[in-house]
Nanobody, 120 residues
Framework: QVQLVESGGGLVQPGGSLRLSCAAS????????MGWYRQAPGKQRDLVAG???????NYADSVKGRFTISRDNAKNTVFLQMNSLKTEDTAVYYC??????????????WGQGTQVTVSS
């Protein structure tokens, strides 16, 4: 089993910043991907940013230049630094972890979600 513990959400004014953290523990094996998705009310869950095992990153167009994803491999933790927040960034943010455990095989886990609200 793998556990994901998220933190860092909250209420912030437009233009403000927040930093999300997601720490993975348990039978992690080899991590292939760590990322953040978000889901606003009535909308689908979409990828915000992700980082692969080799350090490659990708971002949704809507957050490029404002959000930065980073990873602490020693602590199996992924961070999402969110700057210049906009009201449209309001959503529940979910951590996602994909990896492989030998001999079981690949896995994919989700965090419990953390609310980010951008409002004046």
């Amino acid at each position: 089993q793998v556990q994901l513990v998220e933190s860092g959400g909250g209420l912030v004014q437009p233009g403000g910043s927040l930093r999300l953290s997601c720490a993975a523990s348990g039978n992690i094996g080899s991590i292939v991907f760590m990322g953040w998705y978000r889901q606003a009310p009535g909308k689908q869950r979409d990828l915000v940013a992700g980082v692969t095992r080799d350090g490659s990153t990708n971002y949704a167009d809507s957050v490029k230049g404002r959000f930065t994803i980073s990873r602490d491999n020693a602590k199996n933790t992924v961070f999402l630094q969110m700057n210049s927040l906009k009201t449209e960034d309001t959503a529940v943010y979910y951590c996602n972890l994909g990896g492989i455990v030998v001999p079981t095989g690949p896995y994919n886990y989700w965090g419990q979600g953390t609310q980010v609200t951008v409002s004046s």
